[in-house]
């Protein structure tokens, strides 16, 4: 009995933890992490965990948001893009410009964890959390200041966006996807569309650090994971619901309240390290 209700009330926590994450792009992990280990969890049983359902929710958040219409995926080849005509037999274009988006963020995460681990040599704790802390706030301040404004959609800064997320996450191990909802914004991108994507780019990150879990050997503890998953997963539909309904004006406004609380937190908690 004791077990079922532990297990409960982790669920409990998942739950609320990937219904912010689902509905605003951000904060399952950057939440969830120091409560599990807070309450007296190991770390080789928390961070797999969390990659694990991360997996799991980010790829059925994807569907669901697709479902509802927050975001358009079609990862069929189109064979009349520019690219894929020069390239040849080697292009692959997806025919969405939602599911390119995904696509190239996915690729980025390559070249900004090499980045990552050759900065993370020369670089202080405390200047890495400073880095990120600001980098995240001023994003933040960016989308409060203009959330009515259109902007322009530019793959130029989805690239650069797309190395900076997954060099941030290379170095702390989390701030994806402030960085990755909120920049997506910033590029053009609606916030509807920018959440549902930031869910499927997340679970491809989380599935490269399953498989690297799994593939070295390590002494990770898996129990905690059935508990998340369940508890992450029965939260998606409702996020679904909660991004299709809400305007687009409010949902971008909250996603950059979050943001900038996020940075603020991150940068104080620098400064009382010092």
């Not at 681990?117 to 990120?132: E, K």
């Not at 933040?140 to 902007?151: A, D, E, N, P, Q």
């Not at 322009?152 to 690239?159: A, C, M, P």
Request: hydrophobic share 50%.
């Amino acid at each position: 009995m004791d077990s079922l209700l532990s297990c409960a009330s982790l669920a409990g926590l998942a739950f609320a933890c990937e219904y912010v994450d689902s509905t605003l792009g951000m904060g399952y992990g950057t939440a969830l992490t120091p409560l599990l280990l807070l309450m007296g969890w190991s770390p080789l049983a928390v961070v797999p965990a969390i990659l694990l359902s991360e997996l799991f929710t980010g790829t059925f958040a994807a569907v669901m948001h697709h479902r509802a219409g927050n975001v358009f995926f079609d990862f069929s080849h189109d064979s009349e893009h520019w690219i894929a005509k020069k390239m040849g037999r080697l292009g692959y274009v997806p025919k969405s410009r939602d599911s390119r988006i995904a696509m190239v963020l996915g690729a980025c995460s390559l070249v900004g964890a090499v980045g990552a681990v050759l900065l993370a040599i020369n670089i202080s704790g405390l200047a890495l959390r400073l880095f990120i802390g600001g980098v995240v706030l001023s994003m933040g301040v960016l989308i409060l200041l203009r959330h009515r404004k259109g902007l322009r959609f530019s793959w130029g800064r989805i690239v650069g966006l797309g190395v900076l997320a997954a060099f941030n996450k290379g170095l702390s191990g989390g701030g994806y996807g402030p960085l990755v909802t909120s920049g997506q914004i910033l590029s053009g991108v609606e916030s509807r569309s920018s959440v549902a994507i930031t869910s499927l780019a997340e679970g491809f990150t989380c599935l490269v650090g399953v498989l690297t879990y799994l593939a070295l050997r390590t002494q990770a503890d898996w129990s905690l994971a059935p508990c998340l998953v369940v508890g992450a997963m029965l939260s998606v539909p409702f996020s679904a619901w909660t991004v299709k309904r809400i305007s687009l004006g409010r949902l971008t406004l909250f996603v950059g309240i979050a943001t900038t609380l996020l940075g603020i937190l991150t940068l104080l908690k620098a400064l009382k390290a010092i």
